[in-house]
């Protein structure tokens, strides 16, 4: 009898830890709410108020952060955290309505990711802007307005819409683009912007208007958010000493920083829209909005005027 009380004793216990979100995941994403407290309403000062939910993927359970729920499937767990068994994809990584209908961050662990813990937290924020965006009361009706989904209700035509990217002369285009946005450090970031508004010009011409506008809203919607998250991770490094974070040190930071730039630069200098698909436009549209923002830094105040397009953020500066 003793023997099976210990064993029941040992599967509660057991059960109840499994309950519990993993210490680090706690700190991680309690830097990630510091870097958003302190850095985001530099940007835009309605970013500060939108709300960042979170439900994280562990190997057993799924734990919400940042939030409370009134869906039956969540229960209270230890240190009053909303869990349920996991049902989602553990490599998750992705910003969604879903709990409550709210944005939410759907996000596996730094090891089901592939990410390190710096490099998880810092794309807690890129997620954290498309809640920004997705939050604008125009959002879903400027995208249904682009006619593009072709009666997909799900969402999931934006991943999986019929982009020319294996046809060559559209690579050429696109790396001329891309190639013209990696002369800004040597050339007159005004000549590089005239340049640029041609061939974006000349590329409109060439894909026709469907195909155009789903760059446009690629460039704005995973572009601008990694351009953002590189601006964020220089913010990150000299703002380090205002951030408790015992779990990093400033060295990790800056070599994160580097991995950035070096996965940026070899998109747009050695890939391809062919290789990359809707990735390569991460990388250009990170590319437009570095050149925007060195041409005319009060950018972000034009940021909403048009959803899914960047093109007036280009006549902003003429």
Same mark, same amino acid.
Do not use: G, M, R
């Given at each position: 009898m003793r023997n099976l009380v210990f064993v029941l004793v040992s599967l509660i216990a057991s059960f109840a830890i499994a309950q519990c979100p993993k210490e680090s995941i706690i700190q991680l994403i309690e830097v990630a709410n510091q870097l958003k407290t302190q850095l985001v309403e530099s940007y835009w000062q309605e970013w500060s108020e939108v709300k960042m939910p979170i439900l994280q993927i562990d190997d057993e359970s799924e734990f919400l952060f940042n939030t409370q729920s009134s869906d039956t499937t969540f229960h209270q767990s230890c240190e009053n955290y909303l869990s349920r068994p996991t049902s989602l994809n553990k490599s998750l990584l992705a910003t969604f309505p879903l709990v409550d209908g709210q944005p939410t961050i759907v996000v596996g662990t730094p090891e089901n990711t592939g @990410? $390190?813990?710096? +490099?998880? #937290?810092? #794309? &807690? &924020? /890129?997620? /954290?802007?498309? *809640? !920004?965006?997705? $939050? /604008?009361?125009?959002?879903? $009706? +400027?995208? @249904? +307005? !682009? *006619? !593009?989904d072709n009666g997909d209700q799900t969402g999931m035509w934006m991943l999986n819409y019929p982009f020319p990217y294996d046809q060559k002369p559209v690579n050429t285009h696109l790396k001329a683009i891309a190639a013209n946005l990696l002369r800004l450090d040597s050339l007159d970031p005004r000549e590089v912007l005239l340049t640029h508004k041609t061939l974006k010009n000349q590329l409109r011409e060439q894909l026709g208007e469907d195909h155009y506008k789903y760059l446009n809203l690629q460039l704005w919607q995973e572009g601008y958010a990694r351009f953002v998250e590189l601006d964020l991770t220089q913010k990150w490094i000299e703002n380090f000493d205002q951030i408790k974070q015992n779990q990093f040190q400033l060295e990790e930071i800056l070599t994160l920083q580097q991995q950035q730039e070096e996965e940026y630069t070899t998109h747009l200098e050695r890939s391809s829209p062919m290789e990359l698909k809707r990735v390569y436009f991460y990388a250009l549209g990170a590319a437009e909005a570095n050149l925007i923002n060195e041409v005319n830094p009060q950018w972000k105040s034009a940021y909403f005027d048009s959803l899914f397009?960047?093109? /007036? !953020? &280009? @006549?902003?500066?003429e």
């Open positions: @990410k $390190s813990p710096e +490099a998880w #937290t810092i #794309t &807690l &924020l /890129h997620e /954290h802007f498309h *809640q !920004l965006q997705f $939050s /604008h009361p125009n959002y879903y $009706s +400027a995208q @249904k +307005a !682009l *006619q !593009l397009t960047t093109d /007036h !953020l &280009l @006549k902003t500066v």
